[in-house]
């Protein structure tokens, strides 16, 4: 058995947006200092930590110092080297490892993996040519998704594609780029479910999420009973702790599924860290995702995955922010089963995330109907 890193203890994380911010907090809450290694300044994670490095992720020499000044490292968003994580963990642990790491950030490494693995995904190819391109794509029944392999989120980097289409003109902003081509899906809705493990193998999971994305970008998560059947939930549990434990990933971990027509479940994707679809979980579970990943980078007993009462949340991007300044919280404020979360971040953005509505009811469907309505209020 691995031992325990206790309270009073510093813990480091790469990357310092509000992923970070809300580790840092419940870090914070268990009594451990807090440490933010990225290359900005004044950040959310920042401003809530005890100490910000400011440095490139290959600034090998201040690396090497932050690494010595933390008892164990974890990660924010997967846009990190491994050579980065390779060079940490030479000083202190990095839960997840760059193992995980190397898997997460390569769409095509990933599907692979999970195909070895066992797991379903949906049809992938890579691709080098155009002329790949349109042979797998009438493989794929002549319609599809073409990404690039790496360095992609929230809908960046990839666009449908079918046989009509002018592939010549499509493959122009793909040809210097490693490539992915995925058969389209035709499933019914998306979710999520988020793992938990330590490093000596002590594995839990939240129950699923329905997630809703508009302009791909995830718009609300919902999250109670009655939202899947329990064959669906058990499916789920038994991927993403495959996954974990396959990949030997201690932390939290998010993985991406379409359910199809047949009720049948495919990996999308999987995230090596909290998850913008389990921010529910702050004010709807006993224990919080980042309170999780506290817990089990740590090796601490694992929190209670347990639902509180049914929720929703709502994301807040950039778009809602009037050009004269802020939006009027007190709209949301005065709504007792509506909690606010802001990031921190200075400029508001179109499709930048600022920051989250959570509702709780006694129903998803009422749950729902609180948060969607709240922030349109912001608009009015």
Not at 79 to 104: D, F, H, Q, Y
Not at 334 to 352: S, T
Request: glycine share 8%.
């Amino acid at each position: 058995m691995l031992k325990q890193i206790a309270p009073g203890a510093t813990l480091g994380i790469l990357g310092s947006g509000q992923l970070g911010r809300m580790f840092a907090i419940e870090a914070r809450r268990l009594g451990y200092g807090v440490h933010v290694f990225s290359p900005d300044q004044n950040t959310p994670t920042g401003a809530v930590a005890d100490r910000e490095w400011s440095a490139a992720y290959d600034d090998f020499d201040a690396l090497d110092e932050f690494a010595r000044s933390v008892d164990v490292v974890t990660l924010e968003f997967e846009n990190i080297s491994t050579e980065a994580l390779n060079r940490i963990e030479k000083k202190t642990p990095v839960r997840p490892g760059s193992k995980v790491l190397e898997v997460a950030q390569n769409r095509l490494r990933e599907k692979s993996a999970m195909q070895s693995f066992g797991l379903p995904t949906a049809p992938f190819a890579a691709i080098d040519s155009l002329e790949t391109l349109k042979s797998k794509l009438n493989e794929f029944g002549g319609k599809g998704i073409l990404k690039t392999a790496s360095w992609g989120y929230d809908g960046k980097g990839q666009q449908m594609v079918t046989s009509d289409d002018d592939l010549a003109s499509v493959w122009e902003s793909y040809a210097d780029a490693e490539t992915i081509l995925e058969g389209f899906v035709d499933f019914t809705r998306e979710l999520s479910i988020l793992g938990i493990r330590d490093a000596n193998g002590n594995f839990d999971c939240f129950d699923p999420i329905v997630n809703v994305h508009a302009n791909h970008i995830l718009d609300v998560s919902l999250a109670g009973p009655g939202l899947f059947e329990s064959k669906t939930i058990q499916a789920a549990r038994d991927i993403v702790r495959t996954v974990m434990e396959s990949l030997d990933a201690v932390g939290v971990l998010c993985v991406e599924l379409f359910q199809t027509s047949t009720g049948d479940l495919l990996i999308n994707e999987i995230a090596p860290r909290p998850h913008n679809s389990a921010h529910l979980t702050i004010d709807a579970h006993y224990c919080c995702q980042f309170a999780q990943q506290v817990r089990a980078i740590c090796n601490l007993p694992l929190g209670s995955t347990k639902l509180r009462q049914p929720a929703a949340m709502a994301n807040l991007l950039g778009d809602l922010w009037p050009a004269t300044g802020e939006p009027n919280w007190s709209k949301v404020l005065a709504v007792p089963e509506i909690k606010l979360h802001l990031y921190g971040k200075k400029e508001a953005k179109p499709g930048r995330k600022m920051g989250h509505l959570t509702a709780l009811a006694e129903s998803v469907d009422t749950a729902e109907t609180f948060v969607r309505n709240a922030r349109q209020s912001l608009l009015l």
